[in-house]
Each structure stands twice: as C-alpha cells, then as structure tokens.
C-alpha cells in the first residue's frame, strides 16, 4: 500500500511525509457557523452524520492498524465490544449524562462494530453520539434550573465527583440527584472564593450556557474524532486518529513555530479573549493589541470582517492562522472595557512566530561545600522537537533540541560549570533522531537504541560522530512523567555509565510511533481525512531490555507520588508488553555503580535534615492518604475548616522560608508573591549528589572510550 520511511521515524511526536501538512488547515464555512448559531439560540440541538469522506477514512484506518500496527489486532466480536465500551467512556466517562436506558438501546451496536469498521459504516458512531448531546444540554438545563433553588449548606451530604466505577443513573431522578450536588459544589467552591451569592450565580449561568453552547457546536470531524480515537486506543494507547486541524496543532506542537499573529487565544463566555501575547510577534509588535482584549470579528485582508461572537474557539484560530506575509484584520474590544466600549480594528501582517516556551534553557545553580562555591549548569528540556520540514529543505539554521543544547553547553562552559544536570522532568519525549544526537554530544561514537519493527527487523541507532560536546561530569533528573525519547537520552547515559541517573522511575513508554496521512493514500478522490499515528515499532535498551512498563530505574531514587500501576505505561489500557532482546555490542566509559553506596549514603543524611525535602515527603503522604477520596463534603462549615487548615500550612511554610531569608512575615497567603523562585528541593539535591560525585571522581574523565568498529554502520 505505501512505503514507510524509515529516516522519519520517532518517539512520541512522528511524522512520516511531512509535505501532507501543508493542505491541512481546517476550512471555516462562515454561513454554516452563523446558522448553527442561530439554531442555538432557538434552542434547536444540531443532531450529526457521517462528512461523505468518514466511510472511506475509517476502512483505511482499520487496514492500516491489521496490516502494520507492532500488535497486528484481530478484528472481531470481542474488539467490537472494547471499541464499544471506550466509545462510551470516551463521551461520558464519569457516568454523569447518559442513562441505562441510552444504554440499553446502544446495545444493538456491540457486536457490530468489527464488520462496520470493515465497511466503512460509521453510522452508529453518530446515533451513539447524537443521544449523548441530547442528554448533555438536558443536563445543564436542569443545572440553570438548579440555580434558582435554594441551597442549604449546613446539611451533611457528600457529593460523588469521581463516578467512574460507578453504574449509569437508571432514572433521571436518580440524575437529577446527582446533579443537583454537582451544582451545589460549584456553588459552594465559589462561594469559599469569596464570590457573593448573586455574583455566584451569574458565574455559573454563564459557564453552564457556555458548556451547552460549546458541545452542541461539534460537528461531524468531531464524532469522527471521538469514535476513531476509541477504535484507535483499543489497539494500544499511544495509536490516535488526528482530523485535519488536530494534525496542524500537532506539526506546529513539534517544530515550536507557527505562521499566524502570535497570541494565545481562550473562550471566555461568547469572546475570544487574547490570553497573551508571544513577545516580538506580529501582535505584540503592533502596540494595538493587549492581553485581555476580546476579538469580536476577523477579516481577512480587505475583506470584510466576520462576526465571531459565540463561535467556537478553534474555528477563531483558524480564521486567524495564515501564510506569513498575509494581511489579517481583528476587531477587537479593549480589556476593561464597559457595555458602551467602542471597538477599534487592528490590522497585522501574519509571520512565523518561534515558540520559545518549549526550547531548551539553561541556568546556573550554586552548591556550597565548606566555604568553597561550586557552579552547576542545569539545562531543562520540555521536549524532544525538531523542525523536521526546514532540515529536509537544507535551511542552515533549522531548529532542533541538539542544536539549542549544543549552543546551551558552550554557554554553560563559559560561565567554568563544574558539572552539568539534564532536567527531563515532565518531557514526554519527541523525535527519536534528537534523542540520538543529544546522547552523542556527551558520548563518543556508539550505538544508543536499538529498535524492533513490526516486521520482527531488529535495528541499531546511534552516534556516529568522533568526540564529544561536554566532557565534564553530569546527571540526569528524571521523573514519572519523563517519557519515550527521554527514557532512550537517560538508559543510554546509564548504560554507557557517562553521568548518574536521578529522580523517579519513568514512565515505561518503549514504542515508536509514525504518522501517515489518509489523505495519501486514498483512490476516491476525497480529501481532509487526516492522519493516523500507530505504533510500528519497539524499542530497546543497548544491554537489549525494553524499557516499556519498566521505564528507567534512577540509581539513586527521589520520594513519588505515584506507583506503576497509578501513573505510566502499566496503567494504560491495552499496553504492549515488557520483553528483552539481545544487547548489542557497546564498552562503557565507566562503572560509576561502585560509587552508589557512597552517593546513596550522603543522599540520605542530607535529606534527613533538609527541611524542603521534608516538607517535600510530608506533600507526598498526604496525597497518598487522600488519593482514594472520590467525595467531598457539601457541609459549608467542613470546607471552610478544611481549606483553612491547607492555608495555614502553606502561609507557615513561607514564612519560615522568609525568616530565614531575612524577610518579614506575611499575615495571608494571598500576600505570597507567586513570581518569586519557589524552592525545588529535587534539582537542588541533585546538584549536591553531582558535586559528591565528582569529589569520588576525583578528577577522573569518564566521557571518552575506544568503541568497537561495529558501530561504523550505525544507522543513524
């Protein structure tokens, strides 16, 4: 059917065929939009059916995932009844808005659903779906009812806000119960915000009419969405369905830059409201546009402006989004403004804006042993991204993570660091060729992961470049977010030895994933059906173990919140399993496992008295202690006692941090200044454990060693 290029293979974020983008961008029909607007308003819930494309797309998908998923799933009874039960869970996964009776009736489609994904019939997607909006908007109905009934907060009732393991209503009384708890927390969490009663309600009206209004502005791609993204997760999890739009998002979310006005954009009642602005872009630039505006029309060029009150927010976006160098005009109402405010229209020119949030940054941290100061680099990396589009056309100065880190190192070695800490906290991967060349910049040429294919072909990645970037010594922070290309950058680091591993286990995610478009492979000439990311692949560890389930294993191990079964690979429905292969042939730098016992030893003493750290454990218990609570009291009094009693925890904590700093106390929590530095008790303990590790070094380098010949053939 097609051919998968391998170059463009990668963990996490992938993309196969990157020209496939380029026609991506969602179309916005203006008079569609306004009639669905006008039916809102009428109080007419849109009821959906298949775009004349679905039928087609969703037959390509289910060959795509038969043919050339690692799992090769077999499409029968039983998988119809998983895709089934995700669907449900998908729209309503806290049982709060379809009935046993919606259930019951959908019961037709469970075994049905393996022959309509063979034919192409997505028709009970839609049915399923058209229900659940009905049931959505009675909900809230009955919830702006609710708000004119009286509510007595000296009652002892909880309210269940986790139903997930709990049955479907069998009556609407039963919801309506259920309901009416609902809207009393909200009640109740507002007015312990200091909100008044009348303020109260005004809030809740406007965000219930918001939800009603912002679900019955689905459309067709949506259910598609909804349904092929459960079909996809009943293979494994990290296979996803992505409509046209989701697939822009996503091509932008990896090369950080976009071609639009620079603004962060959100929904505030029936406005777009300008979150921010990304400094130096074409907003910011013109001097006319502030955070907090409201845009109230778009136009583009000299055409004239659209009216987007009431539309949904990424339809605004895409309205805004275009080529660089086009003309966009915004009408917009200042922030602040009054209900006699007059609008002004503010003209900009769209360019590529660079977002500079997810690059890597470096600072310079200070540990002090015996008078003596010691400066650390620490380099935080959000992501694994690289500008896949600009490095195949040959522009010289394409954005990657290696090359920005390589920039960062020789930064860092000026400022005479002793050490340097790769900060991989919360990075949930990205390209696998990153993860590669940043491992080569502190490693001689060598072999770095090895993959296994679908296909059952085993392949070796690595670096195959002579020296090295930084050669001093380094550790890696990790935690159970830390993810796929980040777990490849901290296995090959500990198996080669080249720096030491801390934090928390990670996540456990070993798979690759790739990206093709429907769109490529169609025969019926339709277009807009978007793109597929399925698993084609595992990967593995040098020493040949998966790190799938597993993740890495820090050598010296930080207190968790969370267990395997909690958070990570093993708490994902459908995950591949943990194996092993055979290792590949690699001679690390160092055996710096010899120092452990000294390193955990000084870890431990220094934690026992360090108060951060302490406070550090004291949060973690606590979570776990409350981590099964799945209530909450609507006793007004309760909360109150209870919210208090969080407070003067926090307010004590800062006013010790500020006693010692010489600063005086502050009488509430709301005088705490939320721009300082808040203590990071991980990072800091990770510098000191560094600097134990280069006083054991003693001057030792670790970061070079003779490779064996075989890694001449890397594929790299």
Do not use: C
């Not at 030893?601 to 302490?614: G, L, P, Q, S, Y």
């Not at 600063?663 to 454990?689: F, G, H, S, V």
């Amino acid at each position: 059917m097609w051919k998968i290029v391998q170059k463009s293979l990668f963990i996490g974020l992938v993309l196969i065929g990157i020209s496939a983008f380029s026609s991506l961008t969602a179309k916005i029909d203006v008079s569609e939009q306004q009639k669905l607007l006008a039916e809102l308003n009428a109080g007419k819930i849109p009821q959906f059916k298949p775009d004349e494309q679905h039928p087609q797309a969703s037959q390509l998908i289910t060959a795509i995932l038969v043919n050339y998923h690692y799992r090769k799933p077999l499409i029968d009874n039983a998988f119809s009844e998983q895709v089934f039960d995700a669907y449900l869970e998908r729209l309503d996964a806290n049982h709060n808005y379809l009935l046993k009776e919606d259930i019951a009736a959908f019961e037709t489609h469970r075994l049905l659903l393996d022959n309509a994904l063979r034919l192409g019939n997505v028709t009970p997607a839609y049915t399923i779906f058209n229900q659940f909006l009905i049931r959505w908007v009675e909900r809230y109905q009955f919830a702006l009812k609710s708000l004119e009934e009286p509510m007595d907060f000296t009652v002892e009732e909880d309210y269940d806000y986790d139903r997930t393991e709990l049955s479907w209503a069998s009556t609407t009384k039963e919801l309506n119960e259920i309901w009416r708890k609902r809207v009393k927390n909200d009640f109740l969490n507002l007015t312990l915000a200091g909100k008044e009663s009348s303020e109260v309600k005004d809030l809740l009206a406007k965000r219930y009419k918001a939800s009603m209004r912002r679900m019955a502005q689905s459309d067709s791609q949506d259910v598609f969405w909804y349904f092929m993204n459960s079909v996809a997760q009943t293979v494994e999890p990290h296979t996803n369905y992505f409509s046209p739009r989701a697939a822009e998002n996503f091509e932008i979310d990896m090369k950080l830059s976009l071609e639009g006005i620079g603004a962060v954009l959100q929904s505030e009642d029936v406005y777009t409201k300008i979150v921010r602005l990304v400094p130096k872009g074409p907003a910011d630039k013109t001097g006319e546009v502030k955070a907090d505006d409201q845009i109230i029309a778009v136009g583009q060029g000299e055409e004239p402006l659209v009216d987007v009150i009431g539309w949904r927010l990424d339809d605004v976006v895409d309205l805004i989004r275009g080529k660089a160098g086009t003309l966009v005009r915004l009408e917009v109402l200042p922030k602040n403004s009054g209900a006699d405010a007059t609008s002004k229209v503010v003209s900009i020119t769209r360019d590529t804006v660079k977002l500079e949030e997810q690059s890597a940054k470096a600072e310079v941290i200070e540990v002090v042993r015996d008078g003596e100061t010691i400066r650390f680099g620490v380099i935080d990396i959000p992501k694994f991204y690289i500008d896949f589009d600009a490095m195949y056309k040959g522009k010289p100065d394409y954005k990657s993570t290696t090359r920005d880190v390589r920039k960062l190192l020789k930064e860092l070695e000026e400022e005479k660091v002793a050490g340097v800490i790769i900060d991989l906290r919360y990075n949930g991967g990205g390209a696998l060729i990153e993860a590669t060349q940043l491992t080569g910049l502190f490693i001689d040429k060598g072999p770095v992961v090895q993959e296994r294919s679908y296909k059952n072909e085993i392949s070796v990645r690595g670096d195959s470049d002579l020296g090295v970037a930084f050669d001093k010594p380094m550790a890696v922070l990790v935690n159970r977010s830390s993810a796929s290309a980040s777990e490849i950058f901290a296995a090959a680091i500990q198996d080669y030895g080249r720096g030491i591993i801390l934090g928390e286990q990670t996540f456990g995610k070993g798979t690759v994933q790739v990206i093709k478009s429907l769109d490529q492979l169609e025969s019926k000439g339709n277009s807009g059906m978007g793109q597929l990311k399925f698993t084609y692949s595992k990967f593995y560890r040098i020493n040949g173990e998966s790190t799938q389930h597993k993740g890495v294993i820090p050598d010296i191990s930080f207190p968790s919140a969370f267990s395997g079964d909690d958070f990570g690979e093993s708490s994902q429905d459908n995950a591949l399993p943990w194996d092993t292969i055979s290792p590949v042939d690699y001679v690390p730098v160092a055996d710096v496992s010899k120092m452990f016992p000294v390193l955990k030893e000084a870890h431990k003493n220094r934690i026992a008295t360090d108060k951060e750290f302490r406070y550090l454990v004291e949060d973690i218990n606590e979570y776990l202690e409350n981590s099964d609570t799945k209530s909450v009291s609507l006793n007004l009094k309760k909360r109150k006692d209870k919210r208090e009693s969080r407070e003067a925890k926090v307010l004590s904590r800062e006013n010790k941090r500020r006693l010692e700093k010489g600063l005086e106390a502050i009488a509430d929590i709301d005088d705490i200044d939320e721009e300082d530095d808040q203590p990071d008790p991980r990072l800091e303990e990770t510098a000191e454990i560094l600097q134990d590790f280069i006083q054991l070094l003693d001057g030792q380098k670790i970061a070079y060693v003779k490779q064996s010949e075989t890694v001449d053939n890397l594929d790299h």
